[in-house]
């Protein structure tokens, strides 16, 4: 009976931890990362979607590396293409954009590192392959 009584506080012990690593609030890096990887799946939706106009497919392709330095004239130029204004989509994800640029250059400013300047690596990225499932 003792141990079963150990093994079950263990368990409600185990689960605990489990429960407050998960409701942990995001660090600016992790939500730095995940904006930019919500940015960058939401244009290419926006690329192969057939029920927008066609200004998009002249949009500035929008591939974001938070680590690459050139992400923030990407973003800039993204934001401040004149075009497309009337797409309820690319109104939306310029302001996710415009979002990402200011946590970046301000609140967020000292959590990041750039390992890279390369701005055609933003231009024509190298994709990690599409594993099989």
Excluded: G, W
Aim: hydrophobic share 40%; charged share 25%.
């Amino acid at each position: 009976k003792l141990l079963t009584m150990k093994m079950l506080l263990s368990l409600i012990a185990l689960l605990s931890a489990l429960l407050l690593a998960n409701s942990a609030p995001p660090t600016c890096y992790s939500r730095m990362l995940s904006l930019s990887k919500e940015i960058t799946e939401s244009f290419k939706e926006l690329q192969t979607s057939e029920a927008v106009d066609s200004c998009v497919k002249m949009l500035p392709r929008l591939y974001l590396d938070i680590h690459n330095y050139c992400v923030l004239a990407k973003l800039r130029d993204f934001v401040a293409y004149p075009r497309c204004e009337r797409v309820v989509e690319v109104s939306e994800l310029k302001e996710k954009a415009r979002s990402l640029y200011t946590i970046m250059i301000s609140y967020c400013r000292r959590d990041l590192v750039f390992l890279t300047d390369d701005c055609s690596a933003l231009e024509n990225p190298v994709l990690p392959p599409i594993e099989p499932s």
